[in-house]
């Protein structure tokens, strides 16, 4: 037969909250060790048109939520790592890149921390027929240390034969073609 414990509130030695609970099963958790905050998605809401075969920073300009407001979606499209946030953080982006028909098109998504890269996906050629689609989706994910002030930028290249390539935006409310998802991880 077990035991049962029943607090309202857990705290460590110096008196500091760990966790509550209302008596409805409902509990709060107020260590930030434990908390998977700051939470990001975002999204591009408009495509975005990009020079060939040049890295180019991924616009995600829409947010469907941002716990902390970490992430800028109106100037530098980067999230920062709010102070006292220090952790373990998983980060998500798929980018759709988008050429032309009849087009044999190369891609390439990258995962910037402080200005430089980080993670990447790279796709050799492909050929696109005018049947097919025009591009792709190509997504770069990774869990990185991250410290307060460090910043995460999603990069994306295109290389076409001909045409102007562009990264495929939002095309409706259930349409999510480019997404950023960052998490921290606990602890």
């Given at each position: 037969m077990g035991s049962i414990i029943k607090v309202n509130e857990y705290k460590d030695f110096n008196n500091n909250a760990i966790m509550t609970s209302d008596g409805a099963g409902n509990v709060t958790v107020n260590a930030s060790g434990l908390q998977n905050t700051p939470m990001v998605s975002a999204y591009m809401g408009a495509s975005q048109t990009v020079s060939d075969n040049a890295q180019t920073k991924v616009q995600f300009n829409t947010e469907e939520y941002d716990t902390d407001s970490a992430y800028d979606k109106d100037t530098n499209y980067r999230f920062t790592v709010p102070s006292g946030k220090a952790g373990k953080y998983l980060i998500y982006a798929s980018v759709y890149l988008f050429g032309n028909n009849n087009?044999?098109?190369?891609?390439?998504?990258?995962?910037?921390?402080?200005?430089?890269?980080?993670?990447?996906e790279f796709e050799a050629k492909s050929s696109f027929s005018a049947a097919a689609a025009n591009g792709k989706n190509q997504s770069v994910m990774g869990i990185l240390d991250l410290s307060a002030s460090d910043y995460i930028e999603i990069y994306s290249k295109i290389d076409v034969n001909s045409g102007t390539p562009s990264f495929y935006g939002n095309s409706g409310a259930t349409n999510r073609y480019s997404v950023l998802q960052i998490a921290k991880m606990i602890g």
């Open positions: 087009d044999e098109i190369s891609f390439e998504t990258n995962i910037y921390k402080n200005g430089s890269a980080i993670r990447r």
